[in-house]
């Protein structure tokens, strides 16, 4: 079974420090795609970054990087020079090739960014 | 830009009533979800659908059912409303279904039984 894991239910940062989301993923496809999503307070989810399994470069999408570690089966979200604005809830998913087009989610992470 | 809109963003609803939740995409997606999310879980999804008239039942499709007569279209049914059926409901869009395929989401619906 497919299963995605963020065990931090909550975080803090200061403003203009760097942050790490954890997320740790389980699959048994051989191709797979994982996701990061922002939740704000409006509910709308916002799309940020995306890892191919078979990449061999860590994503980036200006602040946002991935570190992905294959072997240890983890994709963390790195936000670089927190902003007051990226307060917020955060979702992993992962995506894989024999999931019909569905995601499989985390249980989010709250990130709160002091000023 | 993609564009997922769903028809009400708070809804307060009785138990016992059948309750419509909407959602428009248009950007001729063939994949529609309908997910809900709730504190702690994540999003967990319902059901989808892969093409008009298509669907398929997700992780939790117990106590709904879903309708996709048109492409850009995709409606989400509680036959019978209950109050653990109180949650915000996702509705989002995917152009394929391959593993790279982003899935773009609608503003959520805010869904209370009383």
């Known amino acids: 079974a497919q299963k995605i894991t963020q065990t931090q239910p909550g975080m803090f940062v200061q403003e203009k420090e760097a942050v790490t989301l954890d997320c740790t993923y389980d699959?048994?496809?051989?191709?797979?795609?994982l996701f990061w999503y922002k939740q704000p307070s409006s509910g709308e989810m916002i799309f940020l970054i995306y890892q191919g399994s078979y990449d061999q470069q860590n994503a980036t999408e200006g602040r946002y990087s991935l570190n992905f570690q294959k072997a240890r089966k983890s994709a963390n979200l790195v936000i670089s020079a927190s902003q007051l604005g990226d307060s917020a809830m955060y979702f992993c998913a992962m995506r894989g090739s024999s999931n019909t087009g569905k995601l499989i989610f985390g249980q989010g992470t709250t990130l709160q960014v002091k000023p | 830009d993609v564009k997922v809109t769903q028809s009400s963003r708070y809804l307060v609803k009785r138990t016992g009533e059948k309750v419509f939740l909407e959602c428009v995409q248009d950007m001729d997606h063939e994949n529609m979800f309908w997910y809900r999310q709730d504190p702690g879980l994540g999003l967990r999804l319902i059901y989808f659908?892969?093409?008009?008239?298509?669907?398929e039942k997700g992780d939790i499709p117990e106590g709904y059912s879903v309708s996709r007569e048109k492409k850009e279209r995709f409606s989400l049914i509680l036959e019978s409303a209950s109050t653990n059926q109180t949650s915000m409901y996702l509705c989002a869009s995917s152009f394929g279904t391959a593993s790279y395929n982003e899935q773009f989401f609608g503003p959520g619906t805010r869904l209370t039984v009383l």
């Open positions: 659908s892969y093409d008009v008239k298509m669907k």
């Open positions: 699959t048994s496809d051989p191709s797979y795609g």
